[in-house]
Nanobody, 118 residues
Framework: VRLVESGGGMVQAGGSLRLSCAASVSIFSLNAMGWYRQAPGKERELVAA???????YYASSVKGRFTISRDETKDTIYLQMNSLKTEDTAMYYC?????????????WGQGTQVTVSS
């Protein structure tokens, strides 16, 4: 599975961005998809994920600000990021796998940079 992220960029604190992740296959065949991020010198973090037939996961640091969604007609998932903070600055990666817990073992995109300035 090939995943291609887009939508990253630079934004001021308090602003919004929407990341997109386009899959090379029908996302109906992908049980779980999600977004990770990694900032320089920090551990990789699962930010948000969605698994078919199960609840959506959000990291506590983004709950209430970020929303993950799937568009099966476009084989794309999105991450709407509102009220961005400087600490949201990171490389964001899309991932797909058999379950939320197994996402890190699945397919990955190349990443898209998000920079939030104060």
């Amino acid at each position: 599975v090939r995943l291609v992220e887009s939508g990253g960029g630079m934004v001021q604190a308090g602003g919004s961005l929407r990341l997109s992740c386009a899959a090379s296959v029908s996302i109906f065949s992908l049980n779980a998809m999600g977004w990770y991020r990694q900032a320089p010198g920090k551990e990789r973090e699962l930010v948000a994920a969605v698994e078919i037939g199960r609840s959506t996961y959000y990291a506590s640091s983004v709950k209430g600000r970020f929303t993950i969604s799937r568009d099966e007609t476009k084989d794309t998932i999105y991450l709407q990021m509102n009220s961005l903070k400087t600490e949201d600055t990171a490389m964001y990666y899309c991932a797909a796998g058999s379950s939320i817990h197994g996402l890190s073992l699945g397919s990955w995109g190349q990443g898209t940079q998000v920079t939030v300035s104060s």
